[in-house]
């Protein structure tokens, strides 16, 4: 039976090593990434306010938990046994969360900057390709790392929810605790909102990587309505080719499997606008499952596995 003293020193423990993480990763974000694309700015290969406007104040967040929060943990795990209590430096990171206001209102642009600037300078995308590939990134994208300082508020959310639940109610440091966690929730809430954005992002980064960059989707607008394979009828002979759709909701790609050994990748064939793209059911007298996709770029002839899933293409 682990007693109550235990659990909370696992939690307090758990507390410092995800914060010494933490601070790694927000290392990476602020002098690789941010260093390296302020210097390059600098040389005037692009505006400066741009990369100031991507990383906002990701330096003093940074310099803030590696200089204060940090080494009070630190200091507090060491002498643990005299002074067993988080609640109480908790609440001195609570007017800091402010900072995080800022960064998590940024964010949505800061993601746009980064992919329009991916593909308008092939200098900036150089470097954020270079710092991807160092062993501290983990190859992660950029946009992996940014979403590091969204997470980290609901994450000690969650630890000092934990902790509370845990704490005797008598205990000195219920009220701090108490008092960190009202305002680290509110805190929580816009970070949250963003975290559900980026997880769509995170969907529509992978299939960019399965199409091995041909077709730029990465933007917050974008959503991904419908995917799956379908065959292709050859309007010469009636053969039947193995395709794959992605359906966004501005475009839908039509696409060829790859033969790749390591995981699939597709090879764009058509881009067609959802704008003035209609989709019609063809009655064939065989009962085949076949239906037509038009649009201002080209018409196919399509085939779906069941009449169920041509029925789903249709309606959605």
Same mark, same amino acid.
């Given at each position: ?80 046994? &005299?002074?067993?209590?988080? +609640?109480? !430096? $908790?609440?001195?990171? #609570? ?7 800022? /960064? ?118 974008? &959503?991904?309505?419908?995917? +799956?394979? !379908? $065959?292709?009828?050859? #309007? ?7 395709? /794959? ?72």
């Amino acid at each position: 039976q682990t007693s109550t003293e235990q659990k909370l020193f696992f939690i307090a423990t758990e507390l410092l090593t995800t914060e010494r993480n933490y601070v790694q990763r927000l290392q990476l974000l602020d002098k690789a990434f941010y260093a390296r694309l302020l210097e390059e700015a600098n040389r005037g290969s692009f505006p400066v306010e741009t990369i100031n406007h991507i990383f906002s104040n990701i330096s003093s967040i940074h310099l803030f938990h590696k200089e204060f929060l940090l080494p009070q943990l630190e200091g507090r795990m060491e002498a643990w046994e &005299e002074t067993p209590r988080i +609640g109480d !430096i $908790l609440q001195k990171l #609570a007017p800091f969360l402010m900072m995080y206001g800022e /960064y998590v209102r940024c964010f949505d642009r800061a993601m746009e900057l980064v992919d329009t600037w991916s593909q308008r300078s092939p200098q900036f995308k150089k470097i954020i390709t270079e710092v991807q590939m160092q062993k501290e990134s983990g190859c992660l994208s950029l946009q992996h790392h940014m979403l590091e300082p969204v997470q980290r508020i609901p994450r000690y959310e969650l630890l000092l929810k934990d902790y509370l639940r845990r704490l005797p109610l008598d205990s000195p440091d219920r009220g701090d605790a108490q008092k960190s966690l009202d305002i680290i929730s509110t805190a929580a809430n816009h970070s949250n909102a963003a975290i559900r954005k980026m997880e769509k992002v995170k969907i529509l980064l992978d299939i960019y990587e399965k199409l091995d960059g041909e077709v730029d989707i990465v933007n917050p607008s974008n &959503e991904l309505l419908k995917e +799956g394979p !379908i $065959l292709k009828l050859s #309007a010469r002979n009636g053969a039947q080719q193995e395709r /794959y759709l992605f359906l966004f909701n501005s475009m839908l790609l039509y696409c060829a499997p790859k033969i790749r050994l390591m995981g699939q990748k597709f090879s764009v064939r058509s881009r067609i606008d959802v704008m003035g793209m209609k989709v019609t059911d063809i009655k064939r007298h065989e009962a085949v499952p076949v239906f037509q996709v038009c649009g201002t770029q080209r018409a196919l002839e399509l085939r779906a596995r069941s009449e169920k899933e041509k029925q789903e293409w249709i309606e959605v």
